[in-house]
């Protein structure tokens, strides 16, 4: 069932998600200031390709002081409208029955969006 999740997901605008967080990691990881930022765009990208089976959880020893500051900076910066952009989507697929796996998968997405330092994708068990 995660599989057929998946292909569905990246049909319908996850592997779009996925490129877009890909460039724009490419971008940010120009200069060595934008580095940190690029890695967590490439980490959100990673779970925008397969987010069935997949979860996304706080690393060993975090939340930490330097994942919370980084998260603060990505906040400030305006990162927050990634996940604003999540949630409307994440809505917008909950009007359907049908949609609704889908809409849980966005709200995951804006969660890990909004502060992402500190988190790693593992498989669900």
């Avoid at 890695?39 to 330097?66: A, D, M, R």
Wanted: with cysteine.
């Amino acid at each position: 069932m995660k599989g057929i999740g998946n292909i569905l997901w990246l049909i319908f605008g996850g592997l779009l998600i996925a490129v877009i967080y890909y460039l724009v990691g490419l971008v940010m990881c120009i200069t060595l200031i934008g580095i940190p930022f690029g890695l967590q765009l490439f980490k959100l990208g990673t779970y925008s390709l397969w987010p069935f089976g997949h979860e996304i959880v706080n690393g060993p020893n975090e939340p930490g002081c330097v994942s919370v500051v980084m998260d603060l900076i990505w906040i400030l910066l305006g990162w927050w409208e990634i996940a604003l952009l999540h949630l409307f989507f994440g809505l917008l697929f909950c009007v359907t029955i049908i949609g609704i796996p889908f809409g849980l998968q966005h709200f995951r997405m804006a969660f890990a969006s909004i502060i992402p330092f500190g988190k790693e994708i593992n498989p669900k068990k």
